[in-house]
Every structure is written in structure tokens, then in C-alpha cells.
Nanobody
Framework: QVQLVESGGGLVQPGGSLRLSCAAS??????MGWYRQAPGKERELVAT?????NINYADSVKGRFSISRDKNTVYLQMNSLKPEDTAVYYC????????WGQGTQVTVSS
């Protein structure tokens, strides 16, 4: 069983920065990443990183967000935040099966 503990969400002004963290307990994790879900929209991929370091970003965050990983902890550095980045951000981890965190709210507003 894997448990995910997220932290780092909050309220930030447009152009600001936030850093999200997610620590996974339990078995060694293969892929980890972040998804987000805005009100009235489907959950979408933000960024993923494999244990081998392969990274994938959504086009909407390329050049602004950066994902990194230290063993079973994944980070998402979010810079130049825009109001459209407002969403609940969910950590995701996968070994034999996938696991989701409880979600952390990110609000970008002046």
C-alpha cells in the first residue's frame, strides 16, 4: 500500500510562484507526477517523471513549471503562474498500480 502526502498549495498573485511537494510511503515508486482539475473541467496531466528521470509536461505549462524528484518525493516548481492555473492539484504515483493524493488547492488571483 502506498500513501501520498501533498503540501505547498495556496493563494498566489498572477506571475507568482509556488512549489508543491508529494512524499510517497511504501514500495519503491516507478512514475510520479502531478495532475490538476479545475472547476467544471476534467482532470488533466501537468507533468510526470519516471524513476529513470524521463519527464513529460503538458504544453500549457512548458517553460513555466518544473518537475523534479528525490527518491519517492516529487516536487513541482510553478513559476509565472496564471489565473488559468487555478485548480486542485493531485499527486500521482505508480508501481504495480496507480495511487492518488488527496489534492491541494492552487489559486492564482489578484
Amino acid at each position: 500500500q502506498v500513501q501520498l502526502v501533498e503540501s505547498g498549495g495556496g493563494l498566489v498573485q498572477p506571475g507568482g510562484s509556488l512549489r508543491l511537494s508529494c512524499a510517497a510511503s511504501g514500495s519503491i515508486i516507478n512514475a510520479m507526477g502531478w495532475y490538476r482539475q479545475a472547476p467544471g473541467k476534467e482532470r488533466e496531466l501537468v507533468a510526470t517523471i519516471t524513476r529513470g528521470g524521463n519527464i513529460n509536461y503538458a504544453d500549457s505549462v512548458k517553460g513555466r513549471f518544473s518537475i523534479s524528484r528525490d527518491k519517492n518525493t516529487v516536487y513541482l516548481q510553478m513559476n509565472s503562474l496564471k489565473p488559468e492555473d487555478t485548480a486542485v492539484y493531485y499527486c500521482y504515483a505508480q508501481n504495480v498500480r496507480g495511487y492518488w493524493g488527496q489534492g491541494t488547492q492552487v489559486t492564482v488571483s489578484s
